[in-house]
């Protein structure tokens, strides 16, 4: 069952973005870059909160920030990795967001 609801979410999800391009292409509506922003957007979303919760919230000792700070000299822990790798992923999803409204605008 589950083969199958991937399956149509993706076929349908091809389906939006076709009839947003054939809107795009042959109407007046421009929304398609409205919607890329947004699914870009999202899928950052989602980074950082992956981060926050296989790293931050969740304690684990298999993690690869675990085996990061084993590796690294310095001396931060999994945890502080996980903080400093949502730091840099949420200000890369910030630039990235104000560089596409100066764009879009």
């Known amino acids: ?13 091809i389906i939006f973005l076709a009839v947003v391009w054939v809107l795009q ?6 929304i398609l870059r409205y919607v890329i922003l947004f699914i870009g957007v999202m899928n950052s979303l989602f980074s950082v909160y992956d981060i926050y919760d ?23 822990n999994g945890v502080a ?4 790798w949502g730091v840099i992923s949420f ?7 104000y560089l596409g409204l100066v764009i879009l605008s």
């Open 1 to 13: 069952m589950g083969h199958t609801t991937l399956t149509n979410g993706i076929a349908g999800f």
């Open 25 to 30: 292409v042959k109407t007046e509506v421009r």
């Open 54 to 76: 296989d790293l931050i919230s969740r304690r684990v000792n298999s993690s690869d920030a675990e085996k990061f700070a084993e590796v690294c000299p310095c001396p931060c």
């Open 81 to 84: 990795w996980g903080f400093i």
């Open 91 to 97: 200000a890369c999803l910030c630039g990235a967001m």
